[in-house]
Nanobody, 121 residues
Framework: QVQVAESGGGLVQTGDSLRLSCAAS????????VGWFRRAPGKEREFVGF????????YYPDSVKGRFTLSKDNAKNTVFLQMNSLKPEDTAVYYC??????????????WGQGTQVTVSS
């Protein structure tokens, strides 16, 4: 089994930056990619990017490209989501997920509990 846990959410103002962490443990050999998703109140879950387990390749949708950056500390099995120039519409619960990976939630078998990010205007 794989366990993932997010941390780093909080309340920030428009234009601020925030870095979320996703720590993976357990049978990490089963992880090909770590993805991040978010769910805003009243909206469907949205994909915000993935990084391969080696930390050498990333993918972002146009909605966050240029503002969000994924990186990985291989020694600590931790993935970071650096979010810059935050906007109120970035307010959501952010989830990290691990597994084979892809653009949809069903590509990930292991999910964290989520961390709240609130951007005030």
């Amino acid at each position: 089994q794989v366990q993932v846990a997010e941390s780093g959410g909080g309340l920030v103002q428009t234009g601020d930056s925030l870095r979320l962490s996703c720590a993976a443990s357990g049978r990490t050999i089963a992880i090909d990619r770590v993805g991040w998703f978010r769910r805003a109140p009243g909206k469907e879950r949205e994909f915000v990017g993935f990084i391969n387990w080696g930390g050498t390749a990333t993918y972002y949708p146009d909605s966050v490209k240029g503002r969000f950056t994924l990186s990985k500390d291989n020694a600590k099995n931790t993935v970071f989501l650096q979010m810059n120039s935050l906007k109120p519409e970035d307010t959501a619960v952010y989830y990290c997920a691990a597994g084979r990976g892809g653009l949809t939630a069903r590509a990930y078998a292991y999910w964290g509990q989520g961390t709240q990010v609130t951007v005030s205007s």
